[in-house]
């Protein structure tokens, strides 16, 4: 049985553009309309044929909707809640992809009360972004964390659970504030080092920027694909989940001090101790099939 019939995903970059493509590929029969607000995004999708329907309007593309998927970033969500609040049907179910939760569900209860709303964050992506870029297995494998609200019925929320794992992703249920905790180590406060990392080296005088780049290291070419993902996106990130992202950034600064006291006294135990027990944590994710376990990253060198 069909957990929706009639899908509306609104933002057609890469995690929009992927779930059009993964709703085609594993359920058929099921209707997709579009909207994007760039004129030019629109016109890529129709090109490409990536929905059912692509609408000029955010009101337009939600009139029949029994899901409605936000796709766009997290600053935004508010605004587009609104731009679609007078012509949503009142038992549609609104979802939503942001990598924060808790701003989130609020912007969305502000301007949408009276709907049905259930966060959620498929934790898939690439660097790049725009409606081609996105593919129909991108959610294969991959988690996607749904954060039920206090008056959401269990059976809505089994809806959106059963939605994602018909796109082949695997379900985790959480608060939206231990979702924005667990993200802001796993995702967030990687980002904000990779940004970092790779701020410093381009700004270093005495080393140029065709040396950066042709002496790059495996270490620093990953660090350079993370930095590069959207820039609005990651901005609206940090912002809406500040509370969260400072407490970590605290404690990674506090660890970040005690390897630098082990450098400067030479205590390799202390070292060897800490990479020890953080090789550990990579081989649980290779095992649990969240990454590629084969030589260098499975990199090719061709």
């Not at 970040?256 to 070292?271: F, H």
Request: aromatic share 6%.
């Amino acid at each position: 049985m069909l957990p929706f019939t009639r899908v509306t995903v609104i933002g057609l970059g890469l995690i929009g553009s992927s779930i059009c493509r993964a709703v085609r590929a594993h359920l058929p029969t099921v209707r997709i309309t579009g909207h994007d607000a760039s004129a030019e995004v629109r016109d890529i999708a129709r090109r490409i044929d990536l929905c059912d329907d692509v609408t000029d309007t955010p009101g337009a593309s939600v009139i029949d909707a029994d899901l409605v998927i936000l796709c766009v970033p997290v600053g935004r969500m508010g605004e587009v809640a609104e731009a679609i609040a007078d012509d949503l049907p009142k038992g549609a179910i609104i979802s939503d992809v942001g990598s924060s939760k808790g701003s989130v569900a609020k912007a969305l209860e502000a301007a949408l009360s009276g709907h049905i709303i259930i966060p959620a964050h498929p934790v898939a992506g690439t660097e790049n972004s725009g409606p081609e870029a996105g593919f129909a297995t991108l959610f294969h494998n991959r988690w996607c964390i749904v954060t039920p609200l206090p008056d959401n019925r269990e059976a809505d929320v089994e809806k959106l659970c059963d939605f994602w794992t018909k796109l082949g992703a695997n379900v985790e249920k959480m608060t939206p504030t231990h979702h924005d905790l667990v993200l802001a180590v796993t995702s967030h406060l990687p980002h904000l080092i990779a940004y970092t990392i790779v701020g410093t080296a381009s700004d270093l005088e005495q080393v140029t920027q065709s040396e950066v780049i042709k002496y790059s290291a495996g270490g620093f070419r990953d660090f350079t694909r993370i930095a590069a993902s959207d820039p609005t996106m990651w901005r609206d990130v940090f912002l809406s989940n500040k509370e969260a992202v400072l407490e970590m950034l605290q404690r990674f600064s506090e660890d970040l001090a005690a390897m630098q006291r082990a450098i400067r006294w030479d205590d390799g135990d202390a070292l060897f101790e800490h990479f020890t027990r953080t090789r550990a944590i990579r081989r649980s994710i290779v095992e649990q099939g969240q990454d590629d376990s084969r030589p260098d990253f499975g990199r090719s060198h061709l």
